[in-house]
């Protein structure tokens, strides 16, 4: 059957029908009143959802081009960064480190673990001179399935007292709790093919007054992603550039019905699902690679056991269910897969993924588990019992 495909990848995630067909429309002049009022009402709801007063700022960029603004519009070439790498995406924060002249100091954990938030606190208390100019983390780690500690590790970075936080919550904003006030972060970048349920293409950077005071000092080179032009627009419910008029139309929607749900829901949904899809794993004998308790809302990274070939269970779950999973990245690539329970995901999604991996399994000749193991652990935790 055509037209059935499930996205079961940590993005592009699902999008409501609500948004695509908002989307679906002829775009309006981006400095029309009406696209002023749209922009206006989803400069509003970012705030909403990023938990603070500050500014949210919208980009034409995918997540990355997000996170590198908010590296290169407060630092200056030689600062002393310290950025955590415990998968793929922390590695290439300390790329982008490295391209733009930054003094980076590599905190790393195996893939797998999250982020020892002591190490942090030695290098920060350490540095009585205060070099250290930001800390850089990945919240929800994405290649492993791994949530940092943001938590901890911001409590000592609060505790240097200059030092910036700057955070990839690419998949954890809207899926785990990021309160940017209430917790002092600096810089959290996010994008639009993640849980704000609409396609790839919007990058956003939520800046706090601290990081705009770091803003009027820094001396990185930018143009298209200085963040004062956008800021200085914003103010006047426009950009700098162009937006993607039409993203705005899904974003609009998005936004609200996550306003309806509630922030508390959306973050307990997630939270379900997550230990929805752990129950399942393990009871089908599989294994996570998140360390006990340390797992993303957003991403289930699961270790197959040797005799069962993780490229042959997404090639297989395309084929015969159209549901789509993630390979493992770099070294990973073949040996893992991902499940993306990210954004516009509900448990009846979770329960057809789980009980399609079962008959994969069965179908690859795996037999290490009783049918129907998955779902009974699944409806277990649904039922709260
Ligand atoms: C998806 C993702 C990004 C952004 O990747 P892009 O391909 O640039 O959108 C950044 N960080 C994390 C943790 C991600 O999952």
């Known amino acids: ?47 909403w959802l990023h938990q603070t007063k500050s500014d949210v700022l919208s980009l ?10 908010g590296i290169i519009n407060f630092l200056s070439p030689g600062d002393r960064v310290l950025v955590g790498n415990n998968g793929k995406f922390g590695e290439r924060w300390g790329e982008v480190a490295q391209a733009y002249g930054l003094n980076a100091e590599i905190i790393t954990a195996e893939w797998g673990q999250p982020l020892d938030p002591e190490k942090f606190r030695e290098k920060l208390e350490a540095d009585t001179d205060k070099k250290i100019k930001a800390v850089i983390i990945t919240h929800s780690e994405t290649s492993t399935g791994v949530l940092n500690d943001l938590e901890t590790i911001n409590r000592h970075v ?81 950009t700098p550039f162009t937006p993607p008029v039409n993203m705005f139309f899904g974003l609009q929607v998005t936004l609200q019905m996550m306003k309806a749900e509630g922030l508390e829901n959306v973050f307990a949904r997630h939270q379900r699902l997550m230990k929805i899809t752990h129950a399942a794993v393990k009871a089908l004998g599989l294994g996570l690679l998140a360390a006990d308790g340390a797992g993303s809302p957003a991403i289930t990274a699961v270790v197959p056991p040797a005799q069962v070939d993780a490229q042959k ?71 709260g019992s």
């Open 1 to 47: 059957m055509d037209n059935k495909l499930m996205l079961m990848i940590p993005g592009p995630t699902p999008i409501p029908e609500a948004a695509l067909l908002a989307m679906a429309k002829h775009p309006m002049g981006h400095r029309s009143s009406e696209f002023d009022a749209i922009f206006a009402e989803c400069t509003e709801n970012l705030k």
């Open 60 to 69: 034409t960029v995918s997540g990355t081009g997000a996170m590198e603004a």
């Open 158 to 238: 609060k505790a240097h007292g200059e030092a910036l936080i700057m955070v990839d919550a690419v998949t954890s904003l809207g899926a785990a709790n990021v309160p940017m006030d209430e917790w002092g972060i600096d810089v959290i970048a996010s994008g639009s093919q993640k849980a704000y349920m609409i396609p790839p293409g919007l990058g956003f950077v939520a800046v706090s007054p601290k990081a705009w005071e770091a803003y009027k000092t820094a001396k990185l080179p930018k143009f298209y992603l200085d963040l004062g032009k956008y800021r200085k627009d914003a103010a006047k419910n426009t």
């Open 313 to 383: 269970v997404r090639s297989l779950m395309k084929k015969r269910f159209d549901i789509a999973l993630a390979d493992g990245q770099d070294h990973l690539k073949g040996k893992i897969f991902r499940i993306g329970h990210l954004g516009f995901v509900c448990d009846r999604d979770i329960l057809a993924a789980i009980s399609s991996l079962e008959t994969v399994l069965k179908e690859l000749g795996y037999e290490d588990f009783n049918s129907g193991a998955g779902i009974a652990a699944a409806a277990q935790i649904l039922s």
